[in-house]
């Protein structure tokens, strides 16, 4: 009877043992996937694209698209010249203006592909650029020059 009653408490203490085991593990596992997940994109909307220098020029093809910029952040290099090809994809008129450095003026009407050409500021920051005809709407690029 002793002896019975003392091999169910030991394989009783090994199953809760065991329990505990698997339970930190699966615990740390599930943990762990969702915090690597939930940084990726963050990463990816965060950082700027950029293009090579070809023959000068550093060109970079944009979509207008549902009243956004896509890619929403270029980098460039201080006084580079930039080429931007701009493919219209929504149903009205698109354009690229900025307040702050001077772009020629342009325009690409509902599904229209246009190129612009200009020279990025000199000084290194964080320029903005924008469709004159839907500011309200927040469609804006960011210029990165470094
Ligand atoms: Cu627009």
Do not use: W
């Not at 009783?12 to 339970?23: E, V």
């Not at 990816?44 to 910029?69: I, K, M």
């Amino acid at each position: 009877m002793k002896l019975t009653a003392l091999g169910v408490a030991a394989v009783a203490g090994s199953m809760i043992l065991a329990a505990c085991g698997s339970t930190t593990q699966s615990t740390t596992t599930s943990a762990a996937r969702p915090a690597v997940q939930a940084q990726a994109p963050a990463a990816q909307a965060q950082a700027p694209v950029t293009a090579p220098v070809t023959g000068g020029v550093q060109t970079f093809n944009v979509l207008e698209t549902a009243n956004t910029f896509q890619p929403a952040q270029i980098a460039v290099q201080a006084g580079a010249r930039v080429r931007l090809v701009l493919r219209n994809e929504d149903g009205e008129e698109h354009n690229v203006v900025s307040t702050q450095f001077t772009i020629p003026q342009n325009q690409q009407p509902a599904g229209a592909l246009g190129t612009v050409e200009f020279a990025a500021p000199a000084r290194a920051g964080t320029y903005e650029i924008i469709c004159a005809f839907h500011t309200a709407q927040g469609m804006k690029m960011r210029l990165v020059v470094q």
